[in-house]
């Protein structure tokens, strides 16, 4: 009679038989139990443990192009690919001016490249468009900047491809309540749900290099990659490109992490009907995981203010345009206290009147 | 010339007399609870208060209720009294017993509108401490301030009632401070959302942009029903309407009130 080693799903007591109605019963908290129901429940918790994720390596190819020059920077040691008549007299992350020009040894070669589709005057016009309305940016903010300052880049991505296979389970809840007589009735039925099944991505790109926020170039997404093309020299002439400073392997866990919380999204999205719904264990295992390496581009703007520099970064394919401005102390406070005072009033005018 | 201003000087004196109704010195302290300094004060209230408002009010203090109900002895001695200006006989009584240690409030005409029972339970409560502790001027005397202050409340239209209840200074320190703090927590909000969108560089969480078309499958899916719990919680029977509850003193008059045990 393995049937006697049941734990109470309530309370985790022990569950004895009660042979007198059949069912398995609680002496801890007195709830009894169908015995199968029990049975399905012990099969349902015995799911397999996640797997590490299986990733390919990155089979690196060596990149040569007599007409290619790194240029480094003395401020960040930003190393940046470009042509060689290509002028780089700035650093698009630093905004520094001291940039030494040497000769391109082993960069890695992409595999694909989305083509920048975006001219420069929409950028500075983003900017402008992204600077309107905002209420906290200080006035000295549009006087002084100088936004003459904008560089194309081809910014290097790792773009991982998987499937993964989830074992999800939920403990979650149903409410009902009624009134009879002077009493209010809540009763709660408690449910175990299980969900199993299969999803697959396509592409998520990591951002492979140090200098770049990682949050910049997720905030730029997405790219539509129906126009990524083979990598040819010719599609950076005119531009900058960065070299990749973080290596795919590094760049493994972000994408994990992205394609387990996606992955517990879309199947959290197929329990539904209840009031509660809360994870209770999570097996993800990922495979046939493959990896490129990818350049896409991204209008740099840099801008200092107040002995800070201030970047924003539009997709060069999209157009999309993000960045962060400088909040003025003065009309952060301001608008608190005068938001405050119009309230209290009203409000006090409201009670005492 | 002199004698025209001395006239003139003794109508005003007489109209003013007149215009007072001087005979609302209701103070029958049958127990001599008060001094006779203390029932002056009191008798001055009482007139001002008749003067401000057309209401009239009176304090009774007597030894035994004489086996009637502190109601029915406190209606009667209104009504036997002819207490209440006007034709309804606007005007209340308090009443102390001091045998049974009964207190009741009587209210006529007028009074059943500007005193609700919640509004009688609001000051017998408020003043009942006084009474226990044998501190009867300055219960009456603080009785008075409320009546002052329900009378001016009624005045505009409005008497307090269980939905306009009585806001104290303590009351209105707390709701100022409470309205304070709502609103910078709405302005905190609000410039917290003003904040955000200086700021739109950031993470995302999801990948869901990546999803392979067609490649989301459930393969198996259970909702395994385990057990049902149920709790029971007891609900108040909330029945307080407002307004004043009414009824007939042996007299045939109308009388609203309410009181208790000090
Ligand atoms: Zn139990
Ligand atoms: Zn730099």
């Not at chain 1, 408690?190 to 905030?219: N, Q, W």
């Not at chain 2, 909000?189 to 990948?207: D, F, L």
Request: proline share 3%.
């Amino acid at each position: 009679m393995d049937i006697l080693s049941y734990k109470c799903p309530n309370c985790s007591g022990t569950l004895k038989f009660d042979s007198q109605i059949g069912q398995m019963l609680c002496e801890y908290c007195d709830s009894t139990f169908d015995p199968e129901v029990l049975k399905k429940y012990d099969e349902v918790l015995q799911e397999e443990a996640s797997k590490d994720p299986d990733w390919d390596t990155y089979e690196s190819d060596e990149w040569q192009d007599p007409n290619l020059g790194v240029h480094l920077c003395n401020s960040c040691g930003a190393e940046i690919v470009a042509e060689e008549t290509t002028a780089a007299t700035f650093c698009p992350y630093c905004d520094s001016a001291t940039i030494l020009s040497g000769r391109l040894s082993g960069a890695l070669k992409p595999d694909l490249v989305i083509p920048f589709k975006i001219e420069k005057e929409q950028a500075k016009a983003e900017l402008k468009k992204f600077c309107s309305g905002k209420r906290l940016l200080p006035s000295l903010f549009l006087a002084n900047n100088r936004i003459e300052k904008i560089t194309g880049v081809y910014v290097p991505f790792w773009l991982f491809d998987c499937e993964a296979e989830a074992n999800i389970t939920y403990d979650a809840k149903k409410v009902r309540t009624w009134k009879q007589g002077n009493y209010r009735y809540t009763e709660t039925s408690h449910f175990l749900i299980h969900r199993a099944g299969k999803i697959g991505f396509e592409r998520i790109p990591v951002d492979g290099s140090e200098k770049m926020d990682d949050a910049y170039m997720e905030a730029l997404e997405p790219y539509n990659y129906e126009e990524a093309v083979d990598f040819a020299t010719a599609y950076l002439s005119g531009y900058l490109a960065d070299k990749y400073d973080v290596d795919a392997e590094s760049s493994k866990p972000r994408a994990n992490q992205r394609i387990k919380d996606s992955t517990e999204k879309k199947f959290a999205e197929t329990v539904s009907g209840y009031a509660v719904v809360t994870p209770r264990s999570t097996a993800i295992d990922l495979t046939d995981g493959k990896i490129r390496y990818a350049l896409l581009p991204v209008w740099m703007l840099n801008t200092k203010f107040g002995g800070k520099t201030y970047t924003f970064a539009m997709n060069g394919q999209t157009g999309k345009f993000i960045g962060e401005l400088p909040i003025s102390k003065g009309k952060y406070w301001g608008y608190v206290a005068g938001i405050t005072a119009v309230l209290s009033t009203v409000g006090l005018l409201t009670v005492f009147l | 010339m002199k004698k025209l201003f001395t006239s003139l000087f003794l109508f005003v004196l007489l109209l003013s007399f007149y215009t007072f109704p001087a005979l609302a010195a209701n103070v029958y302290d049958n127990e001599n609870l008060l001094s006779a300094s203390e029932k002056q004060l009191l008798e001055k209230r009482l007139q001002d208060i008749a003067e401000t408002y057309n209401f009239d009010v009176a304090i009774v203090t007597v030894d035994s209720l004489n086996g009637k109900s502190a109601m029915e002895y406190a209606d009667d001695y209104y009504d036997e009294n002819g207490f209440g200006f006007g034709p309804d006989h606007d005007g209340l009584l308090f009443l102390l017993a001091m045998d049974s240690r009964d207190y009741w409030t009587s209210t006529s005409g007028y009074g059943i509108k500007a005193f609700t029972d919640y509004g009688i339970r609001y000051i017998s409560d408020n003043v009942v401490g006084l009474l226990s502790e044998g501190e009867y001027y300055k219960a009456f005397d603080k009785y008075l301030d409320y009546v002052d202050m329900f009378l001016a409340e009624a005045a505009t239209g409005t008497p307090f009632d269980t939905d306009h209840e009585v806001i104290t200074s303590g009351d209105y320190l707390f709701l100022s401070l409470l309205t304070v703090a709502i609103s910078a927590a709405i302005a905190f909000i609000v410039v917290g959302i003003m904040k955000s969108k200086m700021k739109t560089a950031n993470k995302q969480r999801y990948a869901l942009n990546y999803v392979k078309d067609g490649s989301f499958k459930v393969t198996s899916d259970k909702d395994l029903f385990l057990y049902t719990t149920t709790t029971k919680q007891k609900v108040e029977s909330s029945s307080n309407s407002g307004g004043s509850s009414t009824h007939s003193s042996s007299s045939g008059n109308s009388h609203g009130g309410g009181g208790g045990k000090f």
